[in-house]
């Protein structure tokens, strides 16, 4: 919970053998169709984890693996998403998909969320990619690091934002954590770093001062 509002769940899951072998923070994206949102990613080269289903309270949502192994939920809320805004310290404020195949991935996102999808400014390829909808960047899709396999399966990463990445990053340290990519400038200027939790699970932290304008990530 934060500032009395539900931000998140942790539940203890069977997932299938090759599929996100330590703990992991998925993803939920917003759907108005979540049985034909679910239909469109078979036909896309993603698999159904678990199948469309209604949660009380929450909505009707679908757990899927994009074709290269990234794993999310799309989700049809009871009560509608929540306004576009700036997001408080403690939210959840940007996700990152690392995959094999950027292009390939930005295709299948559009295809099922109505996407655009462009080059990140200043980077200068077509391989580090935004998707955006309503004048709003909602994620970057982005190759995988040279250290892993090119083979790995993708994965998303969620970043939380915080008032001070490196007292968060040491925070996290000493309760057990491990900080797996050192705090860093990003390209958009925020302060970031990337982190495990004890149990294995990466999230991402960004410290993000001013209030982003339109069109830029939340």
Do not use: C
């Not at 934060?2 to 769940?9: D, F, M, R, T, V």
């Not at 469309?52 to 999310?72: A, H, K, S, Y």
């Not at 940007?94 to 969320?113: E, H, I, K, V």
């Amino acid at each position: 919970m934060l500032n009395g509002h539900p931000i998140a769940s942790v539940v203890e899951r069977a997932i299938p053998p090759g599929i996100h072998d330590i703990p992991f923070w998925m993803p939920f994206i917003a759907t108005s169709d979540v049985d034909a949102l679910a239909r469109k990613a078979q036909n896309g080269g993603g698999k159904i984890l678990f199948k469309p289903r209604d949660i009380p309270g929450l909505g009707r949502e679908t757990v899927v693996v994009d074709p290269r192994g990234g794993l999310f939920a799309a989700l049809a809320t009871t009560n509608g998403d929540p306004l576009d805004e700036a997001t408080p310290p403690g939210g959840w404020i940007w996700s990152t998909l690392l995959t094999p195949d950027p292009q390939g991935a930005a295709n299948f996102y559009q295809s099922l969320f109505g996407y655009e999808t462009g080059p990140a400014p200043d980077s200068g390829d077509n391989v580090h990619l935004i998707a955006a909808s309503q004048d709003y960047a909602r994620a970057s899709i982005n190759p995988l690091p040279p250290h892993m396999p090119p083979d790995a399966p993708a994965r998303w990463i969620r970043f939380l934002r915080v008032e001070n990445v490196g007292a968060a990053a040491e925070m996290a340290a000493s309760l057990g954590g491990k900080i797996l990519v050192e705090p860093h400038i990003d390209r958009d200027g925020a302060l970031v770093a990337v982190l495990a939790d004890p149990a294995g699970a990466v999230f991402g932290i960004l410290e993000w001062h001013d209030q982003a304008p339109e069109g830029e990530p939340k």
